[in-house]
């Protein structure tokens, strides 16, 4: 599947093992993981083209944005 064009944000988090975990907010259950950024780069790319193949044409939900909450 081709997804050229298309944009997607990664939320990008450290595990306690060091390992980068992503996850795409507009792909419902899209997460990925690296031991390096370069890494979980190139595992998210392939996921999110596994998670549009399972979204099967529907529309992209647009992505806001994110927002810190200080307590």
Do not use: K, W
Request: charged share 25%.
């Amino acid at each position: 599947m081709c997804s050229a064009g298309l944009e997607f944000y990664v939320i990008i988090e450290r595990d306690e093992d060091g390992t980068y975990v992503g996850e795409v907010p507009q792909l419902p259950a899209c997460y990925g993981q690296g031991r390096t950024l370069d890494e979980l780069t190139v595992n998210i790319r392939q996921v999110i083209e596994l998670c549009l193949e399972e979204e099967h044409g529907e529309p992209v939900p647009e992505f806001v944005g994110l927002q810190r909450v200080t307590l």
